[in-house]
């Protein structure tokens, strides 16, 4: 038993430790699993239960969050009107930045990527889930509360939660189209929420190609520092 004292209500911490062959072992399984995952701009219209969903949003509602503020909403929709209406807006702001001339270097940076100002998969994949961040949250006498670090919280939820669809064997877009404020407007959200990310969600489909990309390798994502010494 701790003898901490405390003001608030703590628990003990109850995940059990492992050896850490297991440890290992799992760690490295989930790691080549997470390998295979890519980011998906072809998908199949076969339907994808809501539970799906569901889980995966409980899944990225364990993210850690700036003083547990947890200060995300998630927004999903299957409705065929709304993914039109989603995809004509997104389409058109697109437009604008495909044909921007001012931007050659970003253009550049996505020639690999082979995208461009159509966006089909928001009408093909069964579901669509923007994320909102919440910069403030509405409290219960009607102020406002500040929320801090909205947006690493929310990118680590959004992790959490493409990992999980990931698992599911789902495949996800991390999409954001540029600026995305008229999802505020079209999923009826109030003026405290900024749209996020817009994730395509569904299987991907038959004839689903994916660029050619190498991941970083671990010595460049990994610096490890020693001890100065002999
Ligand atoms: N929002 C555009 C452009 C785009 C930007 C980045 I950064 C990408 O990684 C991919 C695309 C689009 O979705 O086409």
Redesign the pocket.
């Known amino acids: 038993m701790s003898s901490r004292e405390h003001r608030h209500p703590f628990v003990p911490y109850a995940v059990p430790r492992l050896p850490i062959d297991e440890g290992l072992r799992r760690g490295e399984e989930f790691y080549q699993e997470l390998d295979r995952r890519r980011?998906v701009r072809w998908f199949s219209p076969d339907p994808v239960p809501q539970r799906a969903i569901e889980i995966a949003v409980q899944a990225a509602n364990t993210a850690p969050s700036g003083a547990h503020q947890q200060p995300w909403t998630f927004v999903a929709t299957s409705d065929p009107k709304l993914k039109r209406a989603v995809r004509a807006a997104?389409e058109e702001?697109?437009r604008r930045?495909?044909h921007d001339r001012e931007l050659p270097e970003?253009h550049a940076?996505?020639d690999r990527?082979e995208?461009?100002?159509h966006?089909e998969f928001l009408e093909t994949a069964p579901w669509l889930v923007v994320v909102f961040a919440q910069k403030h949250t509405p409290t219960a006498d009607g102020g406002l509360r500040k929320n801090y670090y909205v947006s690493e919280s929310i990118g680590i939820a959004c992790g959490l939660f493409l990992a999980t669809l990931h698992r599911m064997g789902l495949a996800t877009l991390?999409?954001?189209?540029?600026p995305m404020n008229f999802l505020t407007k079209l999923l009826d959200r109030p003026r405290t929420e900024r749209p996020y990310i817009l994730f395509p969600i569904g299987y991907p489909a038959d004839d689903c190609e994916v660029p050619v990309l190498e991941r970083k390798p671990l010595s460049e994502a990994l610096v490890v520092r020693r001890p100065a010494g002999p």
């Open positions: 980011s997104a702001e697109e930045f495909y970003w940076a996505l990527l995208t461009d100002e966006k991390t999409h954001t189209p540029n």
